[in-house]
């Protein structure tokens, strides 16, 4: 400890601090800094932090100078004061600081702006000035970040924060002396630099040289800066679970920030590009804002009946079908390198179309209905759904929940599915995300989620061994941290079919053919015990079953898995060496390993992995499934799935079963002790459901072989949808329920580490539209099922009574950072990480499940010689609902694209944005072409966001044995240059 | 700066050949044997491409920072802050004038006139319309004794004055 006077305040500090963190520390921070930033590297350039220091013959910087026992600090002594004045005088000469010579010093715009006030610095009226302002707004315009360097102060945090947080580095300083500015890459074009454009420089600029364009194409400046409130909340994109600041003015979020970088929430300070821009979907002219009611339905005599056209056009409409849009030409889409400015895509213009229409929802497809009441609305859903129960029973009905909602919605709509309807096919999208790795992990060790947090993946991991996971793109925050954790050193360990982000950065790619992964982690895992790396202590005190699986390692070998999987054998044994070494290894794994029909295999393979080389339970090694939606943890922990209710509690146990009916004030015998079918299995003509409630997902997109689903949801009795917009699958609906977007909402989410967060509710639905909980609510208290709570609040508190492992969470606990779950009691302060003494398994082991290695279920031939597989972009999330109506998201990547390796496209003589067909064995589309070298050679991904060329009309329906996981990675298609020109 | 090469997926459509190929390659291999990083090598590397093209364009930037490790942004800061290195291309002769204060006041202002007007440069840093010259001018040679000293190429040719410009120009036609 150090002790030393600040202010003449005595303080004490750590040896190792600053003045500055010193001060801050003791609550003294109003040390003025401009170049310095939490968690940026110091640098010290800007002097304006210089202080006196009793018996320094010179100021010294605050912000680089170290404590030391007895040291005297002045922050504000004469010297100190008169040099800040002289510091922000030399800044004003090149500020375009008019304003502030007279009336506009009362209303600083800016943290500098504030320091000159502050210091009662008066700027030198125009044309007193020695050097010409900079250059203005010289950078391309952008639909998200502009740049107006007239105002640039140098103090380089831009730089910092992209190279040092985002670990990106697209700017730095150029020229020299009076010359000196902030540079874009090489040439000034930010795309080709590679940035994404999440706005961490926009976040620490402190003049707004760098800044955000959408507040200002609609709000004034001083109602930017002085917005109706600022709410906390949590984004509504992947399972990283960013909190967001959400900026209202006029009951419209008119700007989103993060909160501040010292909280320890797990953005810590950072979002992505989806967090940041991608807000004003809720705000798009598709907004549903009156319930819908398909015409055709009457209501004559008290009851509703259907009067409408019967067989095939019972739920027509003047739309084409998603399989028949893929035929369609398309325009070529842009190379990423030049996806910048809208206004230069030629292609858009001549398409005729507004930018914003591509994948909004077209006119005609409000044709088939007619606006309706919310009482009209309800009552029908109410009466058919009733109905159906009682003329095929509750099994005859389904519902998709949704993992974009909050808990309480979730928990309060699997609710009503059981209790009013008496049956458990009630599922989501978790189904084609992790449902293999909750299904290998519950075999394996009896969880479900991840064992580990973010943060410690960060900070303690030595190495990272990242499986089928593009995190740079998908899940983009925890990607910096990545990239962060492997510039401090840890060592960085990727296999990916693709060359993503993080596989170029990675000290070892393993680059296997699609859905061999179980080849490869078997042959490492061969490799390990061969050479007796495998952790023996942690075998023998956690774990049962390892003989069975060393003996079913033992044919795999290095050599034999390199035949299969294309990765050379030399660089198994280097992964596998590595990977055992750590000493503390992560592992991480998303979509690449669950998304196929051997998923749970593929993830039990990994799991065995780990487990051989104890690489759980300690802090640094953790077990982390990447989770896909922003509440796709959540959905599941409160029972939205089809075999177990909160918790994970099994439905087929009738002492759990009463507990939910006393709960719910229901009888015992009206809850079903059978399991619920699957998302994959309802939509089959086998299941026998006839009528669903879809919230918030739009099957029509996602699921596989759309081109059968679309057929299926057509053929139903009767469909109810609730959701922002008429999606591709609410086009079939009978009645359409417009509910809240997530800025509309109170309501908690669980992100990928376990950690349940709150967020608040920030504007109210639109028109008509309603919050979600309400809608939910309304609906169950008409079909029979007593529901007296009116706030998200009331339905936590009935969650956390039959949820042990949430028993102490309370809204007020989550203010801050949230909980992460275990919080069996009220002062439990949550469970970072978990298992580092036992699994929650019968004897507390850990459980080895030998697996076999079979290749995937569609091999490329000579007649579909290539393999497809599908996944995310960077700037688009799932089915597009949102993302495609998000204005700077959507131009980025504006159209439907399909990454080909350049030999062989060559060998195909496709050019770029040449379109190409591509047929698999159910379906085929026309899509544009981007060659990369990101794809391997007899490879081609399409990303599944885009309607007009949805890559699961191609995708193949077979069904993992456990999880009911369809093939969605991996599918033989042929592909040749489309008949059909690009529109360019 | 980066630990590794970021991945070339946005790499421009344009058709380019890079410089790094064939012995310019094994050029640079040798080189990166001399630093303990290859962000040491950034400046000789660097000039490798100013040897190779007669200046650096940003293409040429992204290619080294993708060579070595780096961010375009970074190469790019770099070659801006050095004044040696060309943003432009530049004639077949590069001619360097000192005109700081000792050589300013022997005429070295004189000099850069009659360089200009005997290479048909219009202006200082401008390349003759035949593409064989430019001429700048520049701090210190460090001869302020043989004032005044002229760089063309890499041949330093002192106490030139605006009489034997002409002929110093022949000799480089
Ligand atoms: S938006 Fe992000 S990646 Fe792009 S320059 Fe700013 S900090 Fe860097
Ligand atoms: S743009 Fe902003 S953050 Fe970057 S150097 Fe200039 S003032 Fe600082
Ligand atoms: S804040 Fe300390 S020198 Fe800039
Ligand atoms: S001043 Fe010209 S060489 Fe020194």
Redesign the pocket.
């Known amino acids: 400890m150090t002790r030393l006077v600040i202010n003449g305040r005595s303080i004490t500090a750590q040896p190792d601090q600053t003045i ?1 963190e010193a001060a801050r520390a003791a609550g003294i921070d109003d040390i ?5 930033y939490p968690k940026l590297p ?9 202080v006196s220091v009793e018996g320094q013959p010179k100021l010294l ?4 100078t170290q404590v030391a026992d007895g040291m005297v600090v002045q922050a504000e002594s004469h010297a100190a004061v008169e040099n800040r004045r002289g510091v922000l005088r030399l800044l004003l000469e090149r500020y375009p600081g008019d304003h502030l010579i007279n009336g506009g010093r009362a209303r600083p715009r800016n943290e500098f702006e504030r320091y000159v006030v502050r210091y009662g610095v008066v700027p030198t009226p125009p044309g007193g000035r020695d050097l010409p302002l900079r250059h203005g707004d010289e950078r391309p315009g952008d639909s998200m970040i502009r740049h107006d360097m007239s105002t640039c102060v140098l ?1 380089t945090r831009c730089v910092r924060a992209c190279e040092d947080i985002q670990v990106v580095g697209v700017l730095d300083v150029g020229q020299r002396g009076e010359h000196t500015e902030i540079i874009v890459g090489a040439d000034g074009d930010p795309d080709k630099a590679g940035c994404t454009w999440c706005g961490e420089c926009v976040r620490v600029c402190p003049t707004g040289a760098i800044f955000e364009v959408m507040p200002q194409q609609r709000f004034a400046p001083e109602r930017i800066r002085h917005p109706d409130r600022v709410v906390r909340s949590v984004c509504p994109y992947c399972g990283v679970g960013c909190q967001v600041d959400l900026h209202v003015a006029d009951n419209t979020v008119l700007r989103v920030t993060s909160p501040d970088i010292e909280l320890d929430t797990p953005n810590q300070g950072s979002t992505c590009v989806k967090g940041r821009f991608g807000y004003d979907f809720p705000q798009h002219r598709d907004r549903l804002t009156k319930p819908l009611i398909r015409k055709g339905w009457v209501k004559e005599g008290g009851r509703w009946t259907w009067r409408g056209p019967t067989g095939r056009e019972r739920r027509g409409g003047p739309w084409q079908t998603i399989e028949g849009e893929g035929q369609n030409a398309k325009p070529a889409g842009p190379p990423r390198s030049v996806g910048k400015s809208l206004r230069e895509l030629s292609l858009l213009e001549r398409l005729d179309l507004d930018i914003r229409d591509r994948g909004a929802t077209p006119a005609s497809w409000y044709e088939p209905f007619r606006e309706a009441s919310w009482d009209e609305a309800l009552e029908l859903t109410t009466q058919e759904l009733l109905r159906i129960k009682g003329a095929r029973g509750g099994d005859a009905l389904a519902c998709f929940s949704s993992a974009k909602c909050s808990n309480e919605e979730n928990y309060v709509l699997m609710r009503l599915f059981r209790g009013a309807l008496g049956t458990n096919n009630i599922d989501h999208c978790t189904r084609l995300c992790h449902s293999t790795s909750v299904a290998a992990m519950q075999r394996a060790l009896n969880t479900s989620a991840a064992s580990g947090s973010m943060r410690e993946v960060e900070h303690a991991a030595d190495v990272i061994f990242i499986a089928g996971a593009n995190t740079t793109e998908s899940h983009p925050v925890f990607g910096a941290a990545i990239k962060r954790a492997q510039q401090r050193g840890a060592t960085l360990v990727v296999a990916d079919p693709r060359r993503t982000e993080l596989a170029g950065r990675a000290d070892v790619h393993l680059q296997m053919q699609p859905g061999t992964d179980v080849a490869l982690f078997t042959a490492m895992l061969n490799h390990i015990v061969a050479r007796g790396f495998e952790d023996k202590p942690f075998i023998a005190a956690r774990t049962t079953g390892f003989d069975a699986v060393r003996q079913s390692v033992r044919a795999l070998t290095p050599e034999v898995a390199a035949k299969i999987t294309g990765v050379p054998a030399e660089l198994i044994r280097r992964a596998a060496e590595i990977y055992a070494k750590g000493p503390k290894t992560s592992t991480l794994w998303a979509m690449g390993l669950t998304q196929h029909a051997n998923g749970t295999d593929l993830v039990a393979s990994l799991l065995n992995l780990m487990l051989a080389c104890g690489m759980i339970g300690r802090w640094g090694a953790a077990m982390m499934p990447v989770r896909g939606q922003n509440n796709v943890q959540g959905a599941s922990d409160v029972g939205a799935i089809p075999f177990v209710y909160t918790d994970y509690r099994s439905v087929k146990d009738p002492k759990i079963r009463a507990e939910y009916a006393h709960v719910w004030g229901v009888p015992a015998e009206s809850l079903s002790l059978k399991e619920g079918l699957m998302v994959t299995e309802i939509v089959k003509h086998e299941s026998g459901v006839r009528g669903m409630y879809i919230m918030g997902e739009n099957p029509i997109i996602s699921d596989p072989d759309i081109a059968h689903a679309e057929h299926w949801f057509r053929e139903l009795e009767f469909l109810a949808v609730h959701d922002l917009f008429l999606t591709e699958t609410a086009r079939y609906a009978d009645v359409v329920l417009p509910g809240s977007s997530f800025a509309e909402k109170t309501g908690t989410f669980v992100n990928t580490e376990r950690r349940i967060q709150l967020a608040r509710e920030a504007a109210t639905p639109p028109g008509d539209a309603r919050y979600d909980l309400q809608i939910l609510i309304e609906l169950s208290n008409r079909l029979g099922l007593k529901t007296a709570h009116t706030t998200a609040q009331d339905v936590m508190r009935e969650i956390v009574r039959v949820t042990p492992s949430w028993a102490g969470v309370t809204y007020e606990r989550l203010d801050g950072a949230g909980l992460q779950y275990p919080v069996p009691t009220a002062a439990h302060p949550g469970t970072a990480f978990l298992f580092d003494q036992r699994f929650p398994t019968t004897d507390g082991k850990a459980i080895f499940v030998p697996v076999e290695y079979g290749p995937p279920v569609e091999l490329p031939d000579d007649a579909y010689p290539f393999v497809m597989n599908t996944g995310r972009q960077l700037y688009h999330w799932h089915t597009g609902t949102m993302t495609r109506r998000a204005t700077g998201l959507d131009q980025r990547e504006p159209t439907a694209i399909m990454e080909i390796n350049p030999a062989d496209a060559a060998a195909l003589g496709i050019e770029e944005g040449d379109l190409a067909r591509v047929t698999s064995r159910r379906n085929s589309l026309v899509i544009s072409c981007r060659i990369s070298d990101r794809v391997a050679r007899g490879q081609v991904f399409v990303p599944f966001h885009f309607r007009e060329a949805a890559a699961n009309l191609l995708t193949n329906p077979v069904l993992d044995p456990y999880a009911k996981m369809a093939e969605l990675k991996c599918c033989a298609v042929r592909i040749e240059p489309a008949a059909v020109p690009a529109v360019r | 700066m980066s630990a590794s090469a970021r991945p070339t997926h946005d790499a421009a459509t344009e058709p380019y050949q890079p410089v790094f190929a064939g012995k310019v390659l094994e050029e640079l291999q040798s080189l990166l044997g001399r630093y303990p990083t290859k962000q040491g090598a950034l400046l000789p590397a660097l000039w490798l491409v100013q040897r190779q093209r007669g200046w650096i364009s940003d293409r040429d930037m992204t290619e080294v920072a993708a060579v070595l490790g780096l961010t375009p942004a970074y190469v790019k800061g770099v070659v801006t802050f050095y004044t040696m290195y060309h943003q432009h291309p530049v004639g077949q002769n590069f001619v360097q004038v000192c005109t700081t204060s000792p050589c300013n006041i022997c005429g070295a202002e004189d000099v850069v006139r009659a360089l200009l007007q005997a290479t048909g440069a219009k202006e200082l840093g401008a390349t003759s319309p035949d593409g064989r010259w430019t001429v700048i001018e520049v701090e210190c040679l460090g001869a302020c004794g043989f004032a005044t000293p002229v760089l063309i190429n890499d041949d330093f040719i002192e106490s030139v004055s605006p009489e034997k410009v002409p002929d110093l120009v022949k000799r480089y036609r």
């Open positions: 500055l003025p800094t401009l170049c310095w110091v640098v010290g350039n800007c002097r304006i932090c210089l910087p605050a912000c680089a103090c």
